[in-house]
């Protein structure tokens, strides 16, 4: 990768005040928590609501059937309302979902809070991660890659604190992040009630008939690298213990996957700031591939997983950007492109089961080596078709606080 030369700065609107930035960084941290906080749960709903595992597990197919719908609802609302109103709306519905959760007297109004909690998750989901790929300038990728993070840092907290508290005290948990999400309502007045207008592009960006290519490819990128984060995260104990692993050897291997995915979002902060994003996806992608290949060999099996947590911490965040320089006529491809990865990571499961079901469980890293040589193709094609586009690197706006109407002061 060439390091990029940066443009100098220029006197741009600031969506975000220093204290808003931190604030969203802590919702990131609340939704990696009660995406993460399902599983250690069961044992509890299991004993209070008597129901079996499965039917345990709808709770969080609520969940992201709500992220989905709030999704698509925060988008199509962001023309009408200011983003400080989705935004609190967002996380007042996140608040009583998580406080009909912890206090659900029956299953079926656990699973409608489950789902009220999803519409709020998707809608700072997708929220944040928009505002945060426009409103820093070259700076945005960082600034994802350093917003997921924190997602990450809940989704390791969240668990943890259910393991040591009990999973019977999951109420407590969820009523923690009831108050968590209210409290963070005081800080949206730091937040920029519009977006700046996206910046006139239409010699750098594909034509018309390229648009729906280029949004695909991104689709694509999307769905399948999310579809082996989640296969890999399902699958990984069960094909080390084929290797002879013990179970509490593959646990422990699996736990930190998911924390090397997080340290990698922090580790490409500064990466983002020196090279472009298609070189930086590129890299990921090759170094999924080679990390699961690797992870064919019985003794370099936990480490090679360890790599692919790495590669794959920041290809969510970094294409965002990428994806928003390449196609700035079309407001709603973030919107689709986030849509797009929580169905993979509920529509690839079951055909993985499949799979392996007819391979064999040491199947599968190669597998999701043919899922990761996709997306290693995939960004190859977006990096030559949308190379001008990229190039044109926004440049960063000032740390100015914006007033009441969205405008910098």
Partial sequence: MSAKTLPPQTSTPAMFTRPAVVASCAGFVVIGALQALYGPAIPALR?????????????????????????LLFHRLRGTAGNRQLLGGSYVLMAL??????????????LAAAFVIGLGFGGIDYGLNQLFSVGFGHRSTAMLNLLHAHFGIGAVAGPALAGRLGAENY????????????????????????????????????????VLPVVAAFIGIYVFHVAIETGVGGWEPTHLETFGYGATAAATATSAYWLAMTVGRFLAVPLTLRFPAPAIVI???????????????????????????????????????????????????????????????????????????????QSVPLLLFGLAMICVLLSLWLSRSTSDADSAVPASPPAEAPSADGEAR
């Fill in 97 to 110: 979902g998580a406080l009909g959760f912890a206090l659900s007297p029956a299953w079926p109004l656990s």
């Fill in 171 to 210: 109420p407590w948990i969820f009523g923690i992040t009831a108050v968590i999400s209210v409290l963070l309502l005081v800080t949206l007045g730091g937040v920029a009630q519009k977006e700046p207008s996206p910046e006139k592009q239409a010699d750098r960006s594909p034509g018309r008939s390229q």
């Fill in 47 to 71: 004993t209070e609501f008597g129901i079996t595992p499965a039917v345990a597990g709808l709770g969080l197919s609520a969940h992201f059937a709500g992220a989905l719908l709030g999704v």
């Fill in 283 to 361: 890299v990921c992608c090759l170094g999924m591939a080679a990390s699961l290949l690797l992870a064919t060999v019985p003794a370099a099996a936990p480490y090679a997983y360890l790599g692919v947590g790495l590669a794959i911490a920041p290809i969510f965040p970094t294409c965002l950007p990428w994806l928003n320089r390449a196609v700035p006529t079309l407001s709603g491809a973030g919107a689709y492109v986030i849509a797009a990865s929580m169905i993979g990571g509920v529509a690839f499961p079951p055909p993985l089961g499949t799979a392996i079901e007819s391979f064999g469980v």
